[in-house]
């Protein structure tokens, strides 16, 4: 395309972004306007994609990380010929595909969901690193950013990690147009601010008016000739470029133009220019070598082992098996056991360091171009990356997330590393699965499963060493349970996972000693919950005890209950959990202060059974 064609394509791009949120009556045009001669010159020169493949490997992927610029995207859809007009004026209605901020789930060509700012490059960054690692395509990844994100630090996880590993592969375009929601950003266009700190981290960067096609055209150049660095590419533009109303004017954020029809005459009345894009490289999909057959890693019962070592190991065989699993740490892969996958599978094994929402956001970015992550670090640590987990269910992604070092059993390290709130934030994720595996089979069988699951996973792991009590040939299908002891004199049921299975096998033994006979169960799917289990259980012993090494909100208390909410009759509930801000002890006096240990599970049943709440 000439100059002039790039300009009027431009144009396009302005006037149909004004169309949609006008139909609409609702969106952002004016972070439209400012961006689109940086995706007209993207589309009609550099960008090679075909969009009746958008799984071709040899696709570039492209990012809209300033998600609510949406009109602009779905404008140049329709300017490549994949949307039609009709469809783009369903904008923002009931059943349209069209949403307010892009997602993979409505659209094909939508690598992940954007919409809370600062996402789209760390998950640039993941795919960037699948092209360059794992597939050894040369497809370029586009990130489009918006000024205003860049105070988020997200953005700056990624821009260091993108720059550690030369991901020359990666183009990040900024549209520093100067106005954010409420008003002017933090650098507004001191282009030299936004240029220093990406240096910093190792990249290239290039300083062009973003509304001169020319321009833009030679720093896309540049950027796919650049060896070894990561380019940014920052463009100073006018918000609302092209209409006097609302041009570089305050207040303007996130609204329809006033008057569209008058908006329209001034960009020149509609086009409609069609875009060739460029047609992809010639690649192959990548060859996930693999045996196909995944050994579990064995112990013998009675043997010791801690949950997190017993993740290693199995997501070690898993490699072995699968050539599509990664893995993915947070600098602590020898206290998450990660490292050993990381010695057998070097090729396969990311570290992200202390980058949290890095770590998340690596994991989606490779999930989208195919593979299966399985991102661990301390399950506290998880909560800095939440943001980036709800958007995960958002993309519809399917990541495995492991969180070590869970409770209040980690003992002397103190509550500040203590994961207490995370089966909460996991069971509330849309569509998610939580597993909490109690011995060294049981966790392998449930890395196992997991690589086979649809979106979030979330798998709970321990610190200490916990006996083995599950043979290796046992199985635990996603949405069971294990009833470890049961008579038909039970007089309740007590319900526990992970350390504190083991607490209430200790406290049944006491308690039957005492004559008092206790069912339990094994609840190591969290969500989805087996709720036949736990009704027959509640049918038969008539009161529960749930214990949980969690806060009480949101855990396993709650899981529990939501196995009688479709009005099925409720039982007695009673709840163990850490309700206190724990300090530093051994991790058999946490359990006793926070009351979950095997004597203080005893005492609860003695209490309920001396008031006759039981039979």
Not at 107 to 121: D, F, I, K, M, N
Not at 240 to 258: D, W
Request: net charge negative; proline share 5%.
């Amino acid at each position: 395309m000439t100059s002039s064609d790039i300009a009027t394509l431009a144009q396009q791009l302005r006037v149909d972004s004004v169309r949609a949120a006008d139909a609409a009556g609702s969106g952002h045009p004016t972070s439209s306007l400012s961006a689109a001669d940086l995706m007209a010159v993207l589309l009609g020169r550099h960008l090679r994609y075909d969009f009746e493949r958008p799984d071709h490997p040899g696709n570039d992927r492209f990012i809209l990380s300033k998600g609510h610029a949406s009109p602009l995207l779905y404008a140049a859809y329709k300017a490549a010929g994949a949307l039609t007009d009709e469809e783009l004026l369903t904008f923002r209605k009931e059943g349209s595909r069209l949403q307010g901020h892009p997602t993979p789930t409505a659209l094909p060509w939508v690598e992940t969901a954007t919409g809370s700012l600062g996402q789209g490059l760390p998950v640039g960054v993941g795919i960037a690193l699948s092209g360059k690692r794992l597939e050894r395509v040369p497809y370029r990844t586009w990130v489009l950013c918006g000024d205003s994100e860049l105070a988020e630090g997200s953005i700056w996880e990624a821009a260091e990690h993108a720059g550690y590993e030369h991901l020359d592969n990666l183009t990040v375009i900024v549209d520093v147009n100067r106005l954010g929601q409420r008003g002017p950003t933090r650098h507004e266009w001191h282009l030299n601010a936004y240029a220093d700190r990406f240096k910093a981290f190792g990249w290239h960067a290039v300083e062009v008016d973003g509304h001169d096609v020319d321009a833009i055209d030679r720093a896309f150049q540049e950027a796919a000739s650049t060896a070894g660095q990561p380019t940014v590419v920052l463009a100073r533009t006018l918000k609302g470029k092209g209409v006097a109303a609302v041009e570089n004017r305050e207040g303007q954020h996130g609204k329809p133009l006033p008057d569209a029809a008058e908006a329209i005459a001034e960009l020149g009345g509609e086009h409609r220019v069609h875009v060739e894009v460029r047609e992809p490289a010639a690649a192959r999909p990548p060859h996930a070598e693999g045996t196909g057959h995944f050994d579990l890693p064995r112990s013998e019962t009675g043997d010791k082992v801690a949950t997190r070592g017993a993740y290693g190991r199995a997501l070690t065989a898993l490699g072995t098996a699968r050539g599509d699993v990664v893995a993915i740490d947070g600098e602590v892969g020898d206290s998450t056991r990660a490292e050993w996958f990381a010695k057998e599978h070097p090729e396969r094994y990311f570290e992200c360091y202390i980058a949290e929402q890095q770590l998340v956001a690596t994991a989606v970015g490779m999930a989208a171009r195919g593979w299966v992550p399985y991102a661990a670090t301390f399950a506290a640590f998880l909560t800095r990356a939440y943001d980036f987990v709800r958007m995960a269910a958002v993309s519809g992604a399917g990541i495995n997330l492991v969180g070590s070092h869970a409770g209040v059993a980690i003992g002397q390290d103190g509550p500040s590393q203590m994961g207490l709130e995370d089966l909460a934030a996991f069971r509330a994720v849309h569509g998610s699965t939580v597993l909490y595996p109690c011995d060294a089979h049981q966790t392998g069988r449930l890395v196992e499963a997991m690589a086979d699951l649809e979106g979030v996973r979330y798998l709970r792991t321990s610190r200490g060493d916990t006996p083995v009590i599950y043979g290796p040939g046992e199985e635990f299908p996603v949405g069971g349970s294990k009833v470890l002891r049961s008579s038909d004199a039970d007089r309740l049921t007590v319900v526990a996972a992970g350390v504190t299975v083991h607490e209430a096998l200790a406290a049944a033994e006491l308690l039957a000693a005492e004559d008092i006979p206790v069912r339990v169960i094994d609840l190591y799917s969290v969500k989805p919950v087996d709720r036949r289990t736990l009704r027959e259980a509640a049918e038969r012993t008539g009161c529960l005890i749930t214990v949980e090494d969690h806060r009480e909100e949101g855990g396993i208390g709650d899981a529990v209950m939501d196995a009688f909410t479709d009005g099925s009759p409720v039982p007695r509930l009673v709840r163990l959990a850490v309700r206190t801000m724990p300090g530093s002890a051994s991790p058999e006096e946490q359990l006793r202060a926070a009351g979950i240990d095997a004597q203080s599970i005893a005492a609860a049943a003695r209490l309920l059974v001396e008031q006759g709440v039981v039979r």
